[in-house]
């Protein structure tokens, strides 16, 4: 079928390289102007979906046409945060990167196949932040820390793009006064839990997540950067690839770093001026979580006895809960003896952060965060038994007694940020021979 003259028109204006080409080509005359001008024109919905994925299903092409007007504003502002309070751009800023978040892979759940492909709307985001200083920017609590007024949007989308934040390409500024080093390691008071009740300290998770960014992306630092930097590109973090609120398969294989400091510090400046046991020249381990949901155990992955040390949500409904089951074990990349999850080499003891071994856990719903569904808890133990014929024994036995069953053991809990692919948190050993209390975790979906 034939085009008109104005759909040949629309159709050409379509392939303008830039918004200014587009407003010039216009201005040329009066029946390109007619052509292109108008909301009904189909330029718009052309160029929008060249740059965005689907449009909100609410907007028709005048409000198509305004939205996409919009964007090309909001992508073009770089905020700086230092209105205390907040200035008006910047709430705007904010909410238009949620909104980009919040319809990547398609529009709030519309039935559709999986797509194929990047998403567009992730290219647009990280073009906006890696345009400012986002990722660096002083956290809620902090004084001063103009972002208050954003407290959630902001922590939220932070974690959610945590992805960029550890972008080794990026080359992003990091400082250790991006983060609280007493709260990363819930340094002079008891142990608490990320999650209550399926509500998560977000503010908590943040700090952690400061803490990776700069241990993980930092040559400063000396501790974590050198063995990160080695892994190949398959195995770093990587953004989500399917819409948020459509609920995926989790992932098998997640590799990630555990902090350790042992001796625990005297002092709050021992702690600040240590961080942690990678920047006295130990070469770090790269841990591999490698589990299943549906190994055929249900709920005898998570015995009474485990759950004495992270209770489940009893709130949560058993149909929102996954119990998860397989091993923990050293990456081949890393410096070791140690192949297997149950060997006995350096990496299955207490001696060594985490642990290896046994993995046994539960992954539950939690509440929406920042406007956003996915937000999943995880617990888990790493464990190694007294005696066992081998490691599909140890799999199979379901210990009951801390005591006698026992050699190591280590807890896990952390959260699974939107999306799926990245899990912080942070861990304590349970009855080890050392000081330590609590220290950082790091996984990511490979």
């Known amino acids: 079928m034939a085009l008109t003259l104005s759909e040949t028109i629309q159709h050409i204006a379509s392939f303008a390289p830039s918004d200014r080409d587009l407003c010039n080509m216009a201005h040329t005359c009066q029946q390109l102007r007619l052509a292109i001008n108008p909301p009904h024109s189909g330029v718009w919905r052309s160029r929008f979906l060249r740059l965005y994925d689907l449009p909100p299903p609410n907007k028709d092409s005048k409000g198509l046409k305004d939205e996409y007007q919009f964007r090309s504003i909001m992508v073009t502002i770089i905020p700086t945060f230092k209105t ?120 908590r998770l943040m700090q952690i997540r400061n803490f990776w960014k700069r241990h993980l992306t930092s040559k400063d630092e000396d501790s974590y950067y050198s063995q990160y930097k080695k892994l190949p590109e398959k195995e770093k973090p990587k953004a989500w690839n399917a819409s948020l609120y459509r609920e995926e398969k989790m992932g098998t294989k997640w590799v990630g770093f555990v902090a350790s400091l042992d001796p625990w510090p005297e002092n709050l400046e021992f702690l600040i001026e240590r961080q942690c046991d990678a920047t006295e020249g130990e070469e770090p381990l ?71 071994g046994v993995l046994r856990g539960f992954i539950e719903l939690c509440q929406d965060h920042a406007g956003l569904p996915g937000w999943k808890r995880i617990c888990f133990i790493v464990y190694t038994l007294r005696s066992f014929n081998g490691e599909e024994d140890e799999l199979k036995l379901i210990p009951a007694d801390w005591t006698e069953d026992f050699e190591s053991a280590t807890a896990y809990e952390g959260v699974i940020i939107p999306g799926g692919k990245i899990i912080l948190g942070s861990r304590m050993r349970l009855f080890a021979a050392t000081d330590e209390e609590e220290a950082p975790f790091i996984f990511w979906e490979v």
């Not at 920017?137 to 939220?156: D, I, M, Q």
């Open 84 to 203: 205390r309070g907040g200035a008006r751009h910047e709430h705007l800023w904010l909410n238009f990167l949620m909104s980009l978040i919040s319809e990547s892979y398609n529009r709030l759940g519309a039935p559709s196949n999986k797509p194929t492909g990047a998403s567009r709307n992730l290219l647009r985001i990280k073009e906006c932040v890696i345009g400012c200083d986002f990722f660096s920017l002083a956290l809620p609590g902090k004084t001063p820390s103009p972002v208050e007024a954003f407290t959630e949007v902001f922590l939220g989308i932070q974690l959610i793009l945590s992805h960029l934040a550890l972008d080794l390409g990026l080359n992003l500024r990091t400082f250790r006064t991006d983060y609280d080093i007493a709260t990363v390691y819930e340094y002079g008071g008891p142990p608490r839990t990320l999650v209550v009740d399926g509500e998560i300290y977000l503010d």
């Open 286 to 356: 790269v841990w591999i979580l490698d589990f299943t949901t549906d190994g055929g155990y249900g709920k005898e992955t998570w015995t009474p006895l485990f759950n004495t040390v992270y209770s489940i949500n009893t709130e949560v409904f058993e149909s929102e809960r996954r119990y998860i089951h397989g091993t923990q074990k050293v990456h081949n990349s890393t410096t070791t003896t140690t192949t297997t999850a149950t060997a006995t080499a350096t990496a299955t003891t207490d001696d060594t952060p985490g642990g290896g």
